[in-house]
């Protein structure tokens, strides 16, 4: 079963796109966060998916607002 294509038109399982490196997450005010990984070995593109809305943590600095 397909999770995610490729620009060079190989088609990746979510096992397959978990084994690729990660590359790590992008994150722009006001859009979905994006997790990054290369399609290598293959053809070394740079490949994203939408990852699932999640709370931002916030730092403690003991302080009470």
Known sequence: MTFKSCPCGRDLTLKEWLALPLVGEMRLP????LQLRNHSPGCNSTI???LPARPV???QTGVTP
């Open 57 to 59: 943590a916030r730092a």
């Open 30 to 33: 006001g859009e979905p966060v």
């Open 48 to 50: 994203a998916i939408e």
